[in-house]
């Protein structure tokens, strides 16, 4: 079955430092990927998203993303993360045949110290 | 547009009663999702639709969990009995725009404690 890996199950940062969150997925054929973000008490919202052309994907607020093929491999990045980046993050992954659905990883919880 | 919308935000019940949440969809998406989000098993994806159809319902916990997608613009998530282990935030999603784009669009939820 296909499936999303998120390395880390929570990740605490001080402010300015940088960020980088692991996602791997498991299917080695045609994908896209997401990232979305769920602010506290809020609804996943989406953060960036790769269909094809540049690997490296700029999404909002300053967030990146870098899609490695040969490592099944869709980190998040950001250089300098700030206190409101204090949220959960989850990767996730299409793929042919898989009728619209997304595979979600399980999330990884962010909290920024002031 | 307004997004995706659910009613009701809040909802708070009694063991046993039935539950219905409720979800209008992005007008012109035709694939709208139900996830269920609780602290201990993260997002789970119960039932997806694809033009009012549904497609996977392998994620629905048991046979107290229906759903249903009348037209293309209303679906309804119905919990009976419910119990306390049912308890979470319910959210709906929708994507559309054929098969290029998984892009999914989330509703703001509907928190369900079934007391």
């Known amino acids: 079955a296909q499936s999303v890996s998120q390395h880390n199950h929570h990740v605490i940062l001080s402010e300015a430092a940088s960020l980088e969150l692991g996602c791997n997925y498991s299917?080695?054929?045609?994908?896209?990927l997401f990232w979305y973000v769920q602010y506290p008490g809020q609804h996943l919202q989406l953060l960036l998203k790769?269909?094809?052309?540049?690997?490296l994907v700029k999404g909002i607020k300053g967030f990146e993303a870098e899609f490695i093929k040969s490592k099944f491999s869709f980190n998040l990045r950001k250089p300098s993360v700030q206190w409101s980046d204090t949220a959960e993050y989850f990767c996730a992954v299409s793929y042919g045949g898989s009728q619209g659905n997304l595979i979600f990883g399980k999330g990884t919880k962010l909290s920024v110290k002031p | 547009d307004a997004g995706v919308i659910q009613s009701p935000r809040h909802e708070v019940t009694e063991m046993g009663q039935e539950v219905t949440l409720r979800c209008k969809p992005i007008s012109g998406h035709d694939y709208l999702f139900w996830y269920r989000q609780t602290m201990m098993r993260g997002l789970e994806l119960l039932i997806y639709f694809n033009n009012n159809v549904p497609i996977d319902d392998s994620g629905m916990p048991e046979d107290r969990f229906s759903a249903k997608m009348p037209n293309a613009s209303f679906s309804t998530l119905k919990i009976q009995p419910s119990e306390p282990r049912d308890s979470a935030v319910y959210f709906c999603a929708s994507s559309g725009g054929g098969a290029a784009s998984y892009e999914q669009f989330f509703g703001p939820g509907t928190r369900l404690t079934v007391l």
């Open positions: 299917y080695g054929g045609t994908v896209n």
């Open positions: 790769y269909f094809s052309g540049d690997p």
